[in-house]
């Protein structure tokens, strides 16, 4: 479903990726882990259009994603978390994910300004499907609430929901539990097999070990921009190249 071919980007005389080449599985949830600074974050910035890279090929279902707009990258299916949560604090939660639906809505400025009927029903459906996606993280009930009211945990569960409401195929997850207590990780990890349940590919960035391998169906592992490993947890678990960039290698005396 989705390719990484070659990947590589430099900043000057920086080289954060060194052809980097992966794939996703449609219907999978697949991770992206890797030491502090092995370029996990520059891969996602460059799926979704925020960084160039210098050479490599990046597709979704064979389409070339290079090149394209945020926007338009966004329309095509791909959407996205931030590790630092990215909402509309002062806005409340049905309007927040109301924001993800924009690039779907059909209707014009004209339609907009005279309040026509197409726009009304078109928006509508779109609460009506807002309210849906809030219910899916148990936060319907607080859909008329500001989003700061929410606690860590629930902020991170609107982030998804407005995400979902972009319509994607392949959803980016960046540390979905960084700052999540044992029993939001425990959540998060049902609600991620839930959105698997409703057709969406997710692929994570994620620094706890214990919720990629319990939740990921395969792992790819970076090292200073490389790739060293790919396959399923157990086999990544195991890997002498993975202990290593991790723990450090132990020279005998």
Known sequence: MFEITHLSKHFGGLEILKDVSLQVSKGSISALIGPNGAGKTTV?????????????TITLEGRELIGLPSHQITRLGVARTFQNIRIFK????????LVGMHSHLGYSTHDWI????SYQAQE????????????L??????HDQ???SLSYGEQRQLEFAR???TQPQLLLLDEPVAGMNAAEKTLLMKEIELIRQQGVTVFLIEHDMRFVMELCDHITVLNFGQVIAQGEPEMIKNHPGVIEAYLGSVEEE
Do not use: W
């Open 44 to 56: 996602f910035n460059c799926i979704t259009g925020l960084v160039k890279p210098n050479q490599g």
């Open 146 to 148: 500001t989003a700061q």
């Open 114 to 117: 005279l309040s026509s009927t």
């Open 124 to 135: 509508q459906l779109a609460r009506d499907k807002a309210y849906e996606l809030l219910s």
């Open 163 to 165: 995400a979902l409401a």
């Open 90 to 97: 002062e806005m409340n939660l049905l309007e927040n994910v």
């Open 137 to 142: 993280f148990q936060l319907q009930h607080q």
